[in-house]
């Protein structure tokens, strides 16, 4: 069974850092294109970043390019998102999700997702 | 305001077909318009419904379907159930942007 654990969350001031961990099992970690997703409470969904499942290329949202860096550990089989200048329209949940099919690069189907992990920015 | 546009809302009684769509331009996603779409409860996590190529996860039944006509996509939904409620996302690739992109999501009422 695939399992996707975030953590890492909690409340920070503006302009301060945070960092997110994801931690996996149930699958070759090493094979799976990894994201992060977002969503404010009671707003849509909002894709963050992607890191490749062999780390060489990572892609970001435009409102977190610069200020967020998606890294993966794939002997520890984990996923992480380093949040810098964080601002307060940064608070959402954030959710580890993983790619549905190995070594994809396009595709993109968000087949398992985490319970996600509460960022709050606020002074 | 999303790269995929959907409606805010949409309806239907018990037993009735609902189509939910979501558009994209063409300067954005080009010749290449997979649409995967996504189903949340509120309070839970989303989950993968049904992916561009009608791949449907375990336990998703066949009353979901999906279509797609240049860079618009439809997800229907026939023979309503009241477990249908929720909210409905679309999700795609803008190659052009570099970035994956969500529709604003559409809640789904089963009157």
């Known amino acids: 069974e695939v399992r996707l654990v975030e953590s890492g969350g909690g409340l920070v001031q503006p302009g301060g850092s945070l960092r997110l961990s994801c931690t996996t099992s149930?699958?070759?970690?090493?094979?799976?294109?990894m994201h992060w997703v977002r969503q404010a409470p009671g707003k849509g969904l909002e894709w963050v970043s992607v890191?490749?499942?062999?780390?060489?290329?990572?892609k970001y949202a435009d409102s977190v390019r610069g200020r967020f860096t998606v890294s993966r550990d794939n002997t520890r089989d984990s996923l992480v998102l380093q949040m810098d200048s964080l601002r307060i329209e940064d608070t959402a949940f954030y959710y580890c999700v993983k790619d549905l099919n190995p070594f994809d690069v396009t595709g993109f189907e968000m087949a398992s997702w985490g319970l996600g992990t509460l960022v709050t920015v606020s002074s | 305001q999303s790269v995929l546009t959907q409606p805010p809302s949409v309806s239907g009684a018990p037993g009735q077909r609902v189509t939910i769509s979501c558009t994209g331009s063409?300067?954005?996603?080009?010749?290449?318009?997979?649409v995967h779409w996504y189903k949340q409860v509120p309070g839970t996590a989303p989950k993968l419904l049904i992916s561009?190529?009608?791949y449907r996860p375990s336990g998703v039944p066949d009353r979901f379907s999906v279509s797609k006509s240049g860079t618009s996509a439809s997800l229907a939904i026939t023979g309503l159930q009241a477990e249908d409620e929720a909210d409905y996302y679309c999700q795609s690739y803008a190659s052009s942007l570099s970035v994956v992109v969500f529709g604003g999501g559409t809640k789904l009422t089963v009157l």
């Open positions: 890191v490749y499942w062999d780390g060489g290329n990572r």
């Open positions: 149930g699958f070759v970690f090493d094979d799976y294109t």
């Open positions: 063409s300067s954005n996603f080009g010749s290449q318009f997979d």
């Open positions: 561009a190529n009608n």
